[in-house]
Structures are given as structure tokens and as C-alpha cells.
């Protein structure tokens, strides 16, 4: 096995596909309704990305901020509904909060699926279904390790969390073929449904295409990525999302900075969800982009990646001599070896980052006349072909969440971590689990309304 965490060497396996494809069982979790663009590779990855790239666009990015907008302020509602502390501050957990959030936003923005958040909260089945969809998807997305691990017989054994397992994952699958369904008959002038250009809608038309020989993806195939692109922009940006408003509470310094940049975009009010905002503030939001940057780099989404070797190849690396000279030679790779990309060795290396790396600090990712970010140690959404779709559906969602709590509240930390060491309040706030991605533990904090808020 081969760890790699220097920019140029995972540069070189990132851009070989050939050399270092991806190892397919890895990738199981995803792949109970079939293949996927995520977990194929050779000509079947480039038959599923010719099918779904078409799903990613510049229209496509009106929608997330105008969903994104949109169901941040609906749980503003929520929120300053709430019951009120002494300070006037609502407590709220955090986690849970932004999978609601990130999961109505890529719903409505990807799937054409618009649900409030409030309607959203206690969603009952439609008529013969035994789960609601949100509840379905998080399930399975929950208990996916169990689906991977668990043998087929012991299902029959009424173990409670394996039928809940197994419902979920059935109930699923009926509803995103419903949406497949409901789709199709919309492109073909049958059904009802909106003109806008959702990444589903562009999905789905895409594949009604033929291709030489015969249709681009199979009815699993198009079950499979519409599941992956579901789990895929929902989860990782709820993360980044729970992990940058606990480092906002844990570093005021910060969070004014970032309060001082929508104050002056946004002075009086919030705008209206048009695309007029999306064109002309998003990016004024430089400050907000770097907090994103930021969080993604201290948690990523996918800490590291492996990759197979499949012929005799050599690595370029780096070393240096007791007075820091460098000196630059190869690594002999031989055919059947396992190549580890470490995303998260690249993000806290002292090296790229400085000897401050450990700390939250956004202002890393701006330019000056004397420092230059290091953008290819920055991997949060991978590089090269292989590099992550929605990558810009995901940054433009976090930018316009934090950039409207920013503007509306102040984040608290919890009351009983007011006082508490740095490194309790680390182990308390920034504590994770790995699931499908780098998953942020449920936390409390709290909000309280700015003076200024609309």
C-alpha cells in the first residue's frame, strides 16, 4: 500500500484513470439499485457521465440559490418561533437541521420536489406507502452499513432495526421510480409539472436519448444515479454546513467578519430569491466562500480515497535533507498494489497550509502580492475526471446558507460551553462519525436574533 498526500503525486493518479482506477466493491454501499456514475469505471463510468453531465449547468445554479434562499428562510420561521432562553436565543439542533435543509434544497432544486420546511417536519406516507420519502432516504442513507453487512437470512429473523432497514430501502426505490415515472410523463407531454430545467428533468431527457446501441442507461442504472445524486447532495453539504456553524460559535472573531461582508450586500433586507441575486451577489460573497473553504478543508467529505494499480508505474515524491534542501525522486509502484489518496494529510499539512494549519482560518484562501493559495492541495470534491459532479451545486448551497444564518443571527455556543476549554469545546462540537461520508455528531447551538435581521 502506497499513502499519498502531496498535491503533484495524487495529481498524477487523480488524472490516470487507466493506471488507477477506482476499486468497485468499495463502493457496494451505493449500488443496491445498480451501477452508478460513482461506481463504475473504464467505458461504463464514461457512459454514465455522458448521461448525467448533461443534469449540471449554469441554469441548473439559478435554482439552487433560489431553493437554497427559500427553505433557509422557512426555517427561520421555525426557528423564531421557538422557545427563547434568557438572552433571547433559540437552541437548535444543528445536524438534523442542516439534512433538512440540504435535503429540500437538492429535493426541490435537483428533483423539481418543492416541500416546505414546515410541511416537511412530520411528512405522513401518501397513499400506499408505508414510509414518507424524507424518512425513507434517511433511513437507508443511516442504516447503510447494516444493509451492506447484514446477511440476506437474517432478515427473517424480525431483528426491529433490519425490517426497519429493509422497508426503507423498499420504499425508496418505489418512490424514486415514481419520480422517474412522473418524468417521463412529463417530457412526453402527459403529466403535470413545471418548465424549469431541474438537474432530474435533465437527468431523465438525457437518457430518453438513444445511444449507439441502444439506450444510454438502463431503467436500474437511472434508479441507481438518481439515489447517488440524492445521497451525494444532501449529505456532504449538511455536514460542511453543521461543521462551519459550530466553528462559527467557537470563533466570534470569524463569524463577525463574515456578518460585516452580508451586512454591507445585503444592508436592510434579504433579497428576493431572483436570478438577479444569484448573478450579482453571490459573488460578491467572497468571505462566506472562504468560510466554506475552510470547514471543507478541516472536514472533508471523503478524509481518503484508494485506488488500484493496474500495471508496474512510478510516483513522483519529494524529500529533504537535514538543512530542508529538497530533493525530488520516484517511487516504484508495482502492478496489484492499493494507492491511498489522503485528502485530509494534503488539508493539515504545514507545508501548503502553514504551521497554523490546525486553526479556522478563512483568510488562507485569498490571494496577495506575496501568497498564493495552494489550490492543488485543496481537494474537498477530488480533482481530475474522476472529480465531483455537483461540486458547484454543493459550494453555492453552503455559500447561501451561511451567508442568510450570518445575516440573521448570532451563532451562540452551547450555554454550558461558554466557559469551557478550547479543546472541550473541540471534542464536544466537532466530534464525527465516517458513514457514507465524514458525518458531524449531533449538537446544540444557539441562535439569536440580530438586531439588524429583517
Not at 508495482?334 to 490546525?358: F, K
Amino acid at each position: 500500500m502506497f499513502w499519498i498526500a502531496d498535491p503533484q503525486a495524487l495529481k498524477q493518479v487523480a488524472n490516470d484513470r487507466h493506471t488507477f482506477p477506482k476499486r468497485a466493491e468499495t463502493y457496494q454501499a451505493i449500488m443496491f439499485y445498480g451501477p452508478n456514475v460513482v461506481s463504475t469505471e473504464g467505458q461504463d463510468w464514461r457512459r454514465h457521465r455522458d448521461a448525467a453531465k448533461a443534469a449540471f449547468g449554469e441554469s441548473n445554479n439559478q435554482l439552487v440559490w433560489a431553493e437554497s434562499m427559500r427553505t433557509t428562510r422557512e426555517w427561520f420561521e421555525v426557528l423564531d418561533a421557538g422557545a427563547k432562553d434568557a438572552r433571547g436565543a433559540v437552541s437548535a439542533e444543528v445536524h438534523e437541521v442542516m439534512t433538512r435543509l440540504a435535503l429540500l434544497i437538492v429535493s426541490g432544486a435537483g428533483f423539481g420536489r418543492h416541500v416546505s420546511f414546515t410541511a416537511d417536519a412530520n411528512p405522513s406516507p401518501p397513499p400506499g406507502y408505508q414510509m414518507a420519502f424524507r424518512p425513507a432516504l434517511l433511513t437507508a442513507v443511516h442504516n447503510m452499513s447494516i444493509k451492506v453487512l447484514a446477511p440476506r437470512w437474517a432478515y427473517a429473523l424480525g431483528i426491529p432495526v433490519l425490517k426497519r432497514t429493509d422497508l426503507a430501502y423498499a420504499e425508496l426505490k418505489r418512490h424514486l421510480e415514481e419520480m422517474i415515472r412522473g418524468m417521463r410523463a412529463q417530457l412526453r407531454g402527459e403529466g403535470e409539472g413545471g418548465k424549469g430545467k431541474d438537474l432530474f428533468k435533465r437527468l431523465v431527457e438525457a437518457n430518453e436519448g438513444e445511444a449507439e446501441g441502444g439506450a444510454k442507461l438502463s431503467d436500474d442504472e437511472l434508479l441507481s444515479n438518481t439515489y447517488t445524486f440524492l445521497l451525494a447532495g444532501h449529505e456532504t453539504t449538511a455536514n460542511a454546513l453543521s461543521f462551519a456553524c459550530a466553528l462559527l460559535a467557537m470563533h466570534p472573531q470569524v463569524q463577525r467578519k463574515l456578518q460585516a461582508e452580508v451586512d454591507a450586500i445585503w444592508p436592510s433586507s434579504l433579497p428576493s430569491d431572483s436570478p438577479e441575486s444569484y448573478r450579482e451577489d453571490m459573488p460578491r460573497l467572497r468571505y462566506t466562500e472562504a468560510v466554506f473553504r475552510e470547514t471543507t478543508r478541516l472536514f472533508p467529505a471523503e478524509p481518503r480515497l484508494s485506488k488500484m494499480v493496474t500495471q508496474d508505474t512510478r510516483l513522483k515524491a519529494r524529500r529533504w535533507g537535514e538543512k530542508g534542501e529538497e530533493d525530488k525522486y520516484e517511487v516504484v509502484v508495482p502492478q496489484g498494489s492499493t494507492v491511498w489518496l489522503d485528502i485530509w494529510a494534503t488539508h493539515l499539512s504545514p507545508e501548503y497550509w502553514g504551521p497554523d494549519v490546525n486553526e479556522f482560518k478563512p483568510e488562507r484562501f485569498f490571494d496577495t502580492d506575496t501568497y498564493k493559495w495552494p489550490r492543488d492541495a485543496y481537494l474537498p470534491f477530488m480533482i481530475g475526471p474522476r472529480s465531483c459532479m455537483g461540486q458547484r451545486f454543493a459550494q453555492l448551497e453552503g455559500i447561501c446558507v451561511l451567508a442568510h444564518i450570518a445575516r440573521q443571527y448570532d451563532i451562540l455556543l452551547p450555554a454550558e460551553l461558554e466557559h469551557a476549554s478550547d479543546a472541550e469545546k473541540r471534542k464536544t462540537l466537532l466530534s464525527w462519525d465516517v458513514r457514507v461520508a465524514l458525518t458531524a455528531r449531533e449538537v446544540k447551538l444557539r441562535f439569536v436574533k440580530r438586531a439588524n435581521a429583517a
